[in-house]
């Protein structure tokens, strides 16, 4: 079992950055890849970033890239968000995902994001 806690939402301007925090615990040894999902309301929930644990390869969808980065810090099993030039539209519940070796799928809570002036 994975255990996961996510910090760092809140309210910002269009423009503004924000930088998302997930806590992992329990079997970190078997995760194989980390991701960060979003979901707006009325909406499925979405790929936003994600990595390889082995490796460190990195993904992005389209509308994230290049304004978005995920990163971890393995000595405080935590992965980030680093949410920059923030839009509208990038209004969301995030959600941190952990995938272990056995393909089973772990969630935190949701960390609530808002971009409005």
């Known amino acids: 079992q994975v255990q996961l806690v996510e910090s760092g939402g809140g309210l910002v301007q269009p423009g503004g950055s924000l930088r998302l925090s997930c806590a992992a615990s329990?079997?970190?040894?078997?995760?194989?890849?980390l991701g960060w999902y979003r979901q707006a309301p009325g909406k499925q929930r979405d790929l936003v970033a994600g990595?390889?644990?082995?490796?460190?390869?990195?993904n992005y969808a389209d509308s994230v890239k290049g304004r978005f980065t995920i990163f971890r810090d393995n000595a405080k099993n935590t992965v980030y968000l680093e949410m920059n030039s923030l839009k509208p539209e990038d209004t969301a519940v995030y959600y941190c995902?952990?995938?272990?070796?056995?393909?089973?799928?772990?969630w935190g809570q949701g960390t609530q994001v808002t971009v409005s002036s």
């Open positions: 995902n952990a995938r272990n070796r056995w393909h089973s799928n772990f």
């Open positions: 329990g079997s970190i040894f078997s995760i194989t890849y």
């Open positions: 990595m390889f644990t082995d490796g460190g390869s990195t």
